[in-house]
């Protein structure tokens, strides 16, 4: 089914007055439409595909697609399928499988964390005061008598002249450090560190990479709901149970050998035991020169490892290019989502995950069935269905760590997670704000569809940092994430808010997350209009997006690109 009738036949669906569309056949006012340049010639984006493929991998029999599972085969193969019959190339060498090793590790018998040297002997629980696990691979953890040393906000951006470890040795020691970044609680975007716009300097992943790096023993974030975006119930349950990593041929031996978090009040009696107060130690740490505060205390805490290690896959295929097949394009989607999960009221216990994320797999091979159509393009383009996404990117960050296609020679590209079924929108926002010039690329896509481009809602919240295309950002690669904002072509902000919330309260995540026959597709469509046209105009094209100056990510690039050889190398 051609895109331009597939959207006129959606927004009738969407009850958009046919009496109004009858009257004189044109769409409601401020329906934005294909550029008629690429009217009936564009790209064939098969409603039927993406219908057929979010039914089938959403179904019953599916299981809610856990990874590492019995299931796990049975998706594969279908996605595989889907792949050959879109036309597109094993994309792993031949292959059309990555296997991604994964471990899984489940602390127990977790001990009080104690903290010695201030008078009396602090003693606090597991679970309602600290949280900790290991990333190391290792059956024991025991942090014993830690020299603690509050660090601040524990960054070191050696581009803003900003280290908060300046002068400090950290091996053997413990850090203590603040959540988010420390000009957080602006109201505006600007500020070293963006003001209220979290970079990734304030994401807890970072915060531990960096104490590790600094040669910690341990080190503990202390929670603050405001800053960290959510509460410390969310906290406690993501950090008890099973935890899932990568698997490393150091067993990630070069981490601490604990992260863990604690209760605000628990780090303020902490301080309070060094004679310090967090409040203004707090004040110190958000201005530039902020020197890391040895506590004079010493902490120990332990538990015992389960480790359980298990192989799950990446898909990938690939359209190879025709003039410059060694330059490429990615697109990524994952595949996995959580399989039996809390079961509802009427006992339904299959997160069947229809929104998230088989519509993004479906959309990965209706792009891919269009490209094929359209004839290569200059660049490769490779299509990558993403496994343990819901575990902790593990499937991106194995493909950023051990990539097929190498990222100096990977010019940028998209992911796709979790498309709404709800009506066109007459703007988006690109999560992560203004960082790369692929916003260029964006702007004037958008204008061709009479589109426009609002800010994101909650830039305080990390979004950049908490999906797939983060695994290529991080390592340098510029990555659109882009969505519909809650402005509607039929029904405006309430009715894009409306189903958003819906979504949020009572799908996401849970077991009523279900393909329907009745769902609205024309946003979804415009969504993948607009991928078709990023994809594709950065395939046939010869530029080389950069982030932009001063950004987290651009060091990162320019360092990779001038030691490459082709590729991005100027
Ligand atoms: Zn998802």
Known sequence: MNYRFALFAALALAGASTAAIAKDGEFPKGTALPPPAMAGAGPDLSLDLMKAMTKRLSADDFEGRAPSTPIEPKVLDYIVAQFKAAGLQPGNHGQWLQPVPTVEITGEHQTP???????????????????????????????????????????????????????????GKTAVILVNDPDYASKTEDGPFKGRRMTYYGRWTYKFEEAARQGATAAIIVHDTFPAAYGWNVVNSSWTGAQYYVQKPNDAMDQTMANGWVQKPVAEAILKAAGKDLASLTKAAQTKGFKAVPLGLKVSFG?????????????????????????????????????????????????????????????????????VAEGPAARSQVFIALTLEESGLLGSEF???????????????????????????????????????????????????????VPEEHSEKGGYYRSDHFSFAKRGVPMFDIGRSDDLVVGGEAAGAKAGEDYTENRYHGPKDEYSESWDWSGILQDLDLYYALGRTLADGSTWPNWRAGDEFRAIRDKSCAAATGGCHK
């Not at 009396?120 to 290792?138: E, P």
């Not at 298990?310 to 697109?331: H, I, Q, W």
């Not at 709800?422 to 061709?448: F, I, N, P, Q, R």
């Open 399 to 453: 493909y950023g760590a051990n990539p097929i296609y190498p990222l100096d020679h990977t010019v940028g590209g998209v992911n796709m997670d979790a498309l709404l079924p709800a009506g066109a929108a007459k703007s988006y926002t690109m999560t992560g704000g203004d960082k790369s010039e692929l916003a260029d690329l964006l702007h004037s896509a958008l204008a061709e569809r009479k589109l426009t481009e």
């Open 303 to 371: 538990f015992d490892n389960a480790i359980r290690k298990s192989t799950s896959n990446n898909v990938v295929g690939v359209l190879p290019g025709k003039t410059r097949p060694d330059e490429y394009v990615l697109y990524s989607a994952h595949w996995d989502h959580l399989g039996h999960c809390t079961p509802d009221k009427t006992g339904d216990d299959i997160c069947n995950g229809a929104v998230d994320n088989a519509t993004g797999v479906a959309a990965l091979t209706t792009l891919a069935k269009a490209n």
């Open 113 to 171: 964390l104690t903290v010695t040297g201030g008078g009396t002997k602090l003693s606090f629980a597991f679970g309602n005061d600290y949280v900790a696990a290991s990333y190391r691979v290792a059956p024991k953890t025991q942090v014993k008598d830690s020299d603690l040393v509050f660090v601040g906000y524990g960054i070191n951006a050696p581009e803003l002249g900003w280290n908060d470890y300046a002068g400090i040795d950290m091996k």
